[in-house]
Nanobody
Framework: QVQLVESGGGLVQAGDSLRLSCAAS????????MGWFRRPPGKEREFVAI????????SYADSVKGRFTISRDNAKNTVYLQMSSLKVEDTAVYYC?????????????????WGQGTQVTVSS
């Protein structure tokens, strides 16, 4: 079966860096565009970043642009989210997701598979 497993979350201080990983299995990883989303406390799930199948093109939410970097290693079936200059408002459960569709970016329903999430807490 398909599995997306996030790791790397934790408790950090504002200004710190953290790298999240998402390991995929059960899919042809290189055939999927991969995204990261997050759900802050008391809020809806929101788009963070997406990367194309070959890793050439990326796109980010304005709130993380310049601080977060999405990347992937198709040989390892893994997508990463490098987070720098973390802010308290980055506190959320972070999810990775896979979509086989072109043109999907922020639309939750456009993603085929989701991970269970990993908690990131940024303290002041």
């Amino acid at each position: 079966q398909v599995q997306l497993v996030e790791s790397g979350g934790g408790l950090v201080q504002a200004g710190d860096s953290l790298r999240l990983s998402c390991a995929a299995s059960g899919i042809t990883f290189s055939s999927y565009r991969m995204g990261w989303f997050r759900r802050p406390p008391g809020k809806e799930r929101e788009f963070v970043a997406i990367i194309t199948r070959g890793g050439i093109s990326t796109s980010y939410a304005d709130s993380v642009k310049g601080r977060f970097t999405i990347s992937r290693d198709n040989a390892k079936n893994t997508v990463y989210l490098q987070m720098s200059s973390l802010k308290v408002e980055d506190t959320a459960v972070y999810y990775c997701a896979a979509t086989s569709r072109n043109g999907v970016r922020e639309e939750l329903h456009g993603y085929d598979y989701w991970g269970q999430g990993t908690q990131v807490t940024v303290s002041s």
